[in-house]
């Protein structure tokens, strides 16, 4: 009889004559090192958790593995590979080499790795480091630090730009912008002064007229602020500075009643996010719909509910009146949804990598966390009493 035990180590032993079969195959010097019969045969035990048939294999190319362990570390540190690849590469060399220390007695080949890889986490600590400094400012929802041109503003000393979503929102409606000015995915825009000199993308705005100049010297650290002291006002809402904003919308046509905020605070979320509808129904703003007075707008006044087919989540109610308010539709269509009922197969996962409603909310608009104010409609909800719920922005 072949009990559970037995028969693992009937597989072990297996392993073991297939390794040693591999073995005596075995070619060190194929063209990259990981399809080496040697390190194909070190990493299937591995994954099968087979360490004695390991440790017997490295016993066995006793005399190939310092090679093995310099042409791995080669390969690891070409040009431009990512640090996850880079270290899947170190730390496989790292474990031939600790187990050829252990069973062979030779500790050359892991006292040239350490360095390697105590230099590479360095790196990848000071690069994470840099990476955390701009998050921070991009906490608050649509703030984006703008640095693609990086070396160039770093040579002429000035800090990358701060651009806040939310203090352009309380002066504009995202159609003013979308895709009357900028397509709606970052970095895609091109974004730079050789655009601005000829009164395109930032500078239609920040012309000297509407707004400060993008080519005024005093003007510079105003949008060059990223990571400076001067970034404080546009970091948090709550260091909002009433009187400038009401002065600057009355200047530009749009309106600023902080009057009307209940207890004079911005309405926040409960992801401490500003939140437009509240800040809409309160009448605390009135952003302009566009630059151009002859603009038409074009509003879509309906409902859609999207029954989900599981149980475990309620129905989300999608309103068109409350989008197109705020967003043109060639905005959504075609480019992120079809103008079809049914016509697009949403999937959080597919929204969570910024598709469908994804392409806004998480990044401009009210976060995925926030379930229950997607999935509002319970199940057994019927129609007729949804079609009369009050619209959001009008409580
Ligand atoms: C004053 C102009 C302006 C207004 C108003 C504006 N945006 Fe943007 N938006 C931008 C700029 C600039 C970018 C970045 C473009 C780039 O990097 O090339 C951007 C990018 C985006 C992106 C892309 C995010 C990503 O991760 O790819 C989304 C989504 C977005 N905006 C949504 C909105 C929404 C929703 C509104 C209205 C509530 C709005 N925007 C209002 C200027 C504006
Ligand atoms: C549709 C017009 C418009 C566009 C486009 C626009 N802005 Fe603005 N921006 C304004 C207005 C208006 C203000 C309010 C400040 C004022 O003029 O009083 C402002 C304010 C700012 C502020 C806050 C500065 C402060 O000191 O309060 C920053 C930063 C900024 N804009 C950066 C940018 C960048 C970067 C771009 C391009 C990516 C851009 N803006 C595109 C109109 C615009
Ligand atoms: C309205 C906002 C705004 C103002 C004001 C502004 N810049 Fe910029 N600047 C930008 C943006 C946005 C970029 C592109 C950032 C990127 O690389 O992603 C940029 C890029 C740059 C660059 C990199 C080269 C390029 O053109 O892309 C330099 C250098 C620079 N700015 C210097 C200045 C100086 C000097 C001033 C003052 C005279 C100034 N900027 C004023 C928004 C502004
Ligand atoms: C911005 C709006 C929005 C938010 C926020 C949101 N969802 Fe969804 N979710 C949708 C839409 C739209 C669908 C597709 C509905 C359909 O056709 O079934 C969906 C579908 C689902 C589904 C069913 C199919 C699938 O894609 O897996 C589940 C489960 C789900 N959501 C869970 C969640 C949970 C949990 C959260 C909070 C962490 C959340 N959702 C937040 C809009 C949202
Ligand atoms: C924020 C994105 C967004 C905006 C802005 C938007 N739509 Fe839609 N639209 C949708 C979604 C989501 C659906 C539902 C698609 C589905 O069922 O798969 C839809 C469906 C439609 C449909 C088919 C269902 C219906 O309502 O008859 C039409 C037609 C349509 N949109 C037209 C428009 C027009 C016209 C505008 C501008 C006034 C507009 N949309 C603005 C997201 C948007
Ligand atoms: C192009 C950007 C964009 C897309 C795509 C988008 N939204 Fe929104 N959504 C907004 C903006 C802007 C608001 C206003 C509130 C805010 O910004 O936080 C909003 C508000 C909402 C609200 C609150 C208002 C209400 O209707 O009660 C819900 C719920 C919502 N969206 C669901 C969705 C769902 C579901 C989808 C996908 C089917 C979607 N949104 C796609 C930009 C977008």
């Known amino acids: 009889m072949i009990t559970a035990k037995t028969s693992l180590f009937y597989r072990a032993l297996f392993m073991q004559i297939i390794c040693i079969c591999l073995f005596y195959v075995s070619n060190v010097n194929a063209s990259a090192v990981t399809e080496s019969k040697f390190v194909q045969a070190f990493i299937l035990l591995g994954e099968n958790k087979s360490f004695n048939a ?15 362990v310099e042409q791995l570390i080669a390969e690891a540190m070409v040009d431009g590979k990512k640090f996850e690849e880079r270290m899947s590469l170190l730390n496989l060399a790292s ?3 600790t ?6 007695g030779d500790k050359k080949p892991q006292a040239r790795l350490d360095p390697i890889i105590d230099k590479e986490l360095r790196l990848e600590r000071v690069r994470m480091a840099e990476v955390m400094k701009w998050k921070k400012q991009e906490r608050l929802l649509g703030n984006f630090v703008m640095k693609r041109n990086a070396a160039v503003m770093a040579e002429k000393g000035v800090a990358p730009v ?38 395109e993308l930032c500078a239609e705005c920040h012309d000297g007229n509407l707004s400060f100049a993008t ?15 001067g970034a404080a006002k546009l970091l948090k809402p709550d260091n909002i500075d009433h009187e400038a904003i009401k002065a600057s919308a009355k200047r530009i046509g749009a309106e600023w009643r902080p009057e009307n905020l209940p207890e ?26 566009s630059l151009d007075e002859n603009y038409e707008e074009e509003i879509r006044d309906n ?13 989300v109610l999608f309103d068109h009146r409350v989008h197109s308010d705020w967003i043109s539709c060639s905005t959504c269509h075609p480019a992120i ?47 007729e009493s949804v079609l009369h719920r009050p619209h959001s922005d009008k409580m």
């Open 215 to 229: 080519d005024d010297d005093e003007s510079c650290i105003r949008c060059h602020v990223a990571g400076q002291a």
């Open 303 to 315: 409902r859609i509910l999207f029954v989900g087919k599981t149980d475990s989540v309620d129905n």
């Open 99 to 104: 187990m050829h220390m252990y069973w062979n």
């Open 337 to 383: 949804f079809k103008a079809e009922l049914g016509g697009n197969r949403i999937r959080m996962m597919a929204m969570a990598r910024g598709r469908f409603c994804g392409h806004c909310h998480g990044r401009v608009s009210f976060t995925f966390a926030d379930c229950k104010r997607c999935h509002n409609v319970p199940r057994e909800a019927t129609l």
């Open 264 to 289: 004079g605070q911005l309405p926040l979320d409960r992801f401490r996010m500003i939140d437009w509808l509240a800040l809409k129904s309160f009448d605390v703003f009135k952003p302009l719909v």
């Open 54 to 68: 390991q440790a017997a294999l490295i016993e066995q190319n006793v005399a190939d593995i310092p090679q093995v």
């Open 95 to 97: 474990t031939i080499a």
């Open 162 to 199: 701060l651009y806040p979503h939310w203090m352009h929102r309380i002066y504009f409606e995202c159609k003013v912008c979308h895709s009357a000015i900028f397509d709606i995915k970052r970095w895609s825009n091109n974004i730079s002064h050789t655009e601005f000199d000829k009164g």
